[in-house]
């Protein structure tokens, strides 16, 4: 099986930058998308294509990819920032979608 | 506007079967490749089956065998069947929309129902 692997947990203080990272053998191929999710809500895309920021995302959310590597990068975070973020992907035959294990970002 | 709404999700026995459906509005559904995904309490997130817009199927080998999604295109609705169903399986199962139209798998996700919650407990 296909595996995306996320750090556990991200802090950082207000008004700082923000990095969480995603390795995936199959990334150098395939996107990474990234997704927030804040206590009991629905999760929202805020980085799709390794570095497209959907409408409506503020523009110190950022992607990159670099082998097999993605980052998100939130430039500046803020307290709304909060929650979890987790990268997705397909393996590199895209028959398989795969979530990371998800990373907890704490701005205080 | 765009919306998704999940319904079927109950207390169902090790072994059961449950039958959600999403009620999808306010896009050309046909246009879109669309998935299930599932998140059981205090844990990730976890991609469970997607159909493509000629109806082609994909499921990961937790539930390949047991869980069957369809569309009905004409109804704007997407199913997920599960049978023989686990305590693993407890979960809240959200239906997800493509980000963009015939996107072939590989654009991911951008309109999320709320959820439906399927608990699977003797």
């Known amino acids: 099986s296909y595996e995306l692997t996320q750090p556990p947990s991200v802090s950082v203080s207000p008004g700082q930058t923000a990095r969480i990272t995603c390795s995936g053998d199959a990334l150098p191929k395939k996107y990474a998308f990234w997704y927030q999710q804040k206590s009991g809500q629905a999760p929202v895309l805020v980085i799709s294509e390794d570095i497209e920021r959907p409408s409506g995302i503020p523009e110190r959310f950022s992607g990159s990819k670099s082998g097999t590597m993605a980052t998100l990068t939130i430039s500046g975070a803020q307290v709304e920032d909060e929650g979890d973020y987790y990268c997705?992907?397909?393996?590199?035959?895209?028959?398989?979608?795969?979530f990371g294990g998800g990373t907890k970002l704490t701005v205080i | 506007e765009v919306q998704l709404v999940e319904s079927g999700g109950g207390l169902v026995q090790p072994g059961g079967t449950l039958r959600l459906s999403c009620a999808a509005s306010g896009f050309i559904f046909s246009s879109y490749d669309m998935y299930w995904v599932r998140q059981p309490t205090g844990k990730g997130l976890e991609w469970v089956s997607g159909i493509g817009t000629a109806g082609d199927t994909h499921y990961p080998g937790s539930v390949k065998g047991r869980f069957t999604i369809s569309r009905e295109n004409a109804k704007n609705s997407l199913d997920l069947q599960m049978n023989n169903l686990r305590a693993g399986d407890t979960a809240v199962y959200y239906c997800?929309?493509?980000?963009?139209?015939?996107?072939?798998?590989?654009?991911?996700?951008?309109?999320w129902g709320q959820g439906t919650t399927v608990t699977v407990s003797s």
């Open positions: 997800a929309r493509a980000a963009l139209p015939y996107c072939g798998g590989d654009c991911g996700m951008d309109v």
């Open positions: 997705y992907s397909t393996d590199s035959n895209s028959n398989l979608w795969v």
